[in-house]
């Protein structure tokens, strides 16, 4: 399998660390942001990220599909622990829409610095504004304690939870885990610092969830 990344992205880091977790071979492909001419010819068009190909060449998209697919694996299929689907699901929802509408705008000004050329910091910027008004990664820059304060407001529950326990459902790390850890990639890609600074909780859990992975 070849998964297509941007290495900011929580999704693509969301699946990334699926396939990691499962123990599945994959070739990690990072995406130029300014280019996606090869990811467009590949999908015919999309050119978000994450876009996982599978062994056959079938290009799938949008995350939750790609985790749906590769949760039906029997590699995976511990992550979704029997009796703990609607939870695990439901968790899962809540970051991807939710929490990370409040975490990326903490990660996007130093996203936009992070890019090598003008061009794509222009690009960068002018996605957002499209979507989010004029100024807006400026603005999220300066009201950054305000996004901090909501962030840490959505995931109050979360914290006095992993206070008790290593993982968001227990003791053992489920898919759960996997969406929220894509969310402190973000955080972390953008600059390490800003995981820090949410939260020592946030940060050693993504430890916990990468010592799952690779120890
Ligand atoms: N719902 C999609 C969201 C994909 C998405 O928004 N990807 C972002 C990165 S997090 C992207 O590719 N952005 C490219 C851009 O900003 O041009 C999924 O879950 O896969």
Redesign the pocket.
């Known amino acids: 399998m070849k998964l297509h990344r941007?290495r900011?992205?929580?999704?693509?880091r969301k699946v990334q660390m699926l396939l990691d977790l499962a123990r599945l071979p994959y070739e990690l492909i990072e995406v130029p942001?300014g280019n996606r001419e090869a990811l467009a010819r590949l999908t015919g068009g999309y050119?978000?990220?994450?876009v996982l190909e599978l062994e056959d060449g079938t290009a799938l998209?949008?995350?939750?599909k790609?985790c749906e697919h590769l949760l039906a694996r029997p590699e995976a299929a511990d992550l979704v622990p029997s009796g703990l689907e609607a939870a695990t699901w439901a968790y899962s929802d809540f970051v991807?829409g939710p929490l990370e509408d409040a975490l990326?705008r903490i990660a996007s000004p130093a996203i936009r610095e992070g890019w090598p050329t003008a061009w794509e910091r222009a690009?960068?910027t002018l996605?957002?504004e499209r979507r989010y008004g004029a100024g807006c990664v400026d603005q999220w820059q300066q009201d950054v304690e305000v996004l901090y304060a909501r962030s840490r407001e959505l995931l109050a529950p979360t914290f006095t939870t992993l206070e008790r326990q290593p993982f968001v459902l227990g003791d053992h790390i489920t898919f759960a885990d996997v969406a929220l850890y894509g969310q402190w990639a973000?955080l972390a890609a953008a600059d390490p610092e800003l995981l820090a600074r949410l939260s020592p909780l946030a940060v050693r859990h993504a430890a916990q969830v990468e010592a799952a992975a690779f120890e």
């Open positions: 941007l900011y992205s929580p999704y693509a942001y050119i978000y990220v994450p998209t949008e995350s939750r790609i991807d990326f690009l960068y996605i957002k973000m």
